[in-house]
């Protein structure tokens, strides 16, 4: 390694599209030569960030990473799916979200996912992510060298978090990791794991994103978090609208919490001398997040690859991700930035 160099984990959170704004985030760290991407856990569009970052990262190095992500995010931006409402893609105005979660056309195709299940297509069924995720050059995406990477999906049958990893990861677990269960028939795959073949549904129900495969000794003990769903709200939802956000804020959000909540736990038992120090001692969690600008969004803007809404994410992505360098780079390897107390309290 470098000397100067500071070696991190990337913990991808999930969120439609609006994982436009992790993109920004990593490009900006890709940016800085003196920061090594040694680990990545991903859910959703975490899970197709992370994969197009390492197998862009091992084909071309930092500049074949962010080739590799801008290729990624403009695929995304083309999607024509009704389920995925295309025909609002193109709107441009600074109260985009407003303008998509109060349309007509968004109201109709809510109600459509709610009253119609995505098996009733019959064979007429297609998953829009395929041809994208299918893209992907899978050899260096699961190759040993670079980034360890490790994508999150919920197994169906008994509600648990399936972490896949090595050549584990194909298309048919990525879709997995990014299946909405009311917009996509589950993926299935065969499972070494329970010799069944399992049926699959989003990562983000147990694991937005999984933190637990980043304790590997071998990686190092700094676990950035890309957030993209706003922890706090303020006010109480009322219209459907808000209630319908809010829910899939707070449900996306449980699992993470969970977890910071046993780090926390563990880290308390240590400073106290209850228990002896091992992995989780070391753990040094940080976060990069702009929730003003997603307070802003909603639900609906994840479903719709806006090409305003993605650029103003990637940009918004940027800043972020500079702010955090700014305050906070010579805290990587030295201690934890966020407030573990105030985040879960």
Known sequence: MVMGVKR????????????????GVLDRI???????????????????????????MISGGRAGARENLDWLWEKVGAV?????????????????????????????????????????????????LRPIVEAFDYDRVCADEGPALFICATRVRTGKIRVFSGHEVTTDAILASACLPTVFQAVEIDDPETGRREAFWDGGYTGNPALFPLFDSALPDDIVIININPLEREGTPMTPQQIQNRINEISFNSSLLRELRAISFVQRLLADGSLTPGRMSRVLVHMIADDALMNELSVATKLVPNAFLLDRLKRAGRAAAERFLAAHRDDLGRVCTVDMAAMIG
Do not use: C
């Not at 969120?15 to 704004?21: D, I, L, M, P, R």
């Not at 024509?80 to 109060?102: F, K, Q, S």
């Open 80 to 128: 024509a799916d009704a389920r995925l409402v295309h025909w609002m893609r193109n709107i441009a105005t600074d109260r985009v979200a407003r303008a998509i979660e109060y349309s007509p056309a968004y109201a109709l195709a809510d109600a459509w996912a709610r009253t119609v299940s995505p098996y009733s297509y019959g064979p007429f069924y297609s998953n829009p």
């Open 30 to 56: 890709l940016e800085d030569e003196q920061i090594e991407i040694a680990g990545i856990s991903g859910t959703s569009a975490g899970a197709l960030n992370g994969a197009a970052l390492k197998a862009g």
């Open 8 to 23: 991190i984990n990337l913990a991808l959170q999930g969120g439609g599209a609006h994982g436009a704004f992790t993109w």
